[in-house]
């Protein structure tokens, strides 16, 4: 495990990653897509077929952390089935779905602008018919998109560049 994040290890004792949602967009996510160097390489690049194709327990699994939180650069993916106001995504084949909240929230910078977007998601175990509501959340931060449509497939790829948050909250199995 050290070799492979090495990278971690060599941060100072005590040291914990929890950013905000700006510092997220400013120093991560701005940076991957314009390919400028990261303050520290704790964001694993995933691919999004792999993203959605395992459920979350088993993709964090191959993650060394400590906290609740897991944070993945991948690109965007458009395979969605929409279920009314709601839009899901079908993990693997109907291990379970992530089904996305009804919207999205804006993400401002120190200037008062908005810069990102940010979607919320929790998992089901379980086809959609029968979904059994998980702890497994997940927050998908996408950059403002202004600048004009590229017809650079290596600009265009950037664009799509979203990092994503799971997170993995408590489990009540006892009422109070």
């Given at each position: 495990?050290?070799?492979?994040?090495?990278?971690?290890?060599?941060?100072?004792s005590?040291?914990?990653?929890?950013?905000?949602?700006?510092?997220?967009?400013?120093?991560?996510?701005?940076?991957?897509?314009?390919?400028?160097?990261l303050?520290?390489?704790?964001?694993?690049?995933?691919?999004?077929?792999?993203?959605?194709?395992?459920?979350?327990?088993?993709?964090?699994?191959?993650?060394?952390?400590?906290?609740?939180s897991?944070?993945f650069?991948?690109?965007?993916n458009?395979?969605?089935?929409?279920e009314?106001?709601?839009?899901?995504?079908?993990v693997?084949?109907g291990?379970?779905?992530?089904?996305?909240?009804?919207s999205?929230?804006?993400?401002?910078?120190?200037?008062?602008?908005?810069?990102?977007?940010?979607?919320?998601?929790?998992?089901?175990?379980?086809?959609?018919i029968?979904?059994?509501?998980?702890?497994?959340?997940?927050?998908?931060?996408?950059?403002?998109?202004?600048?004009?449509?590229?017809?650079?497939?290596?600009?265009?790829?950037?664009?799509?560049w979203?990092?994503?948050?799971?997170?993995?909250?408590?489990?009540?199995?006892?009422?109070?």
């Amino acid at each position: 495990m050290a070799s492979q994040y090495g990278h971690i290890m060599d941060l100072p004792s005590g040291y914990r990653f929890v950013p905000n949602d700006e510092e997220l967009m400013e120093f991560y996510l701005t940076r991957k897509v314009c390919n400028g160097p990261l303050p520290h390489d704790v964001i694993k690049d995933v691919d999004a077929s792999e993203l959605y194709s395992k459920h979350p327990k088993t993709l964090v699994d191959d993650v060394y952390n400590h906290e609740n939180s897991w944070y993945f650069f991948t690109h965007t993916n458009d395979d969605n089935v929409e279920e009314g106001k709601k839009t899901i995504r079908i993990v693997g084949d109907g291990i379970g779905f992530w089904r996305g909240l009804l919207s999205e929230d804006l993400i401002y910078n120190s200037n008062g602008d908005v810069c990102a977007f940010k979607t919320h998601w929790r998992y089901f175990e379980g086809p959609i018919i029968k979904g059994k509501r998980t702890n497994w959340t997940m927050e998908e931060y996408r950059l403002r998109n202004d600048a004009p449509t590229s017809s650079n497939d290596e600009e265009q790829l950037a664009m799509e560049w979203v990092l994503v948050r799971m997170k993995k909250g408590r489990v009540y199995d006892c009422l109070f």
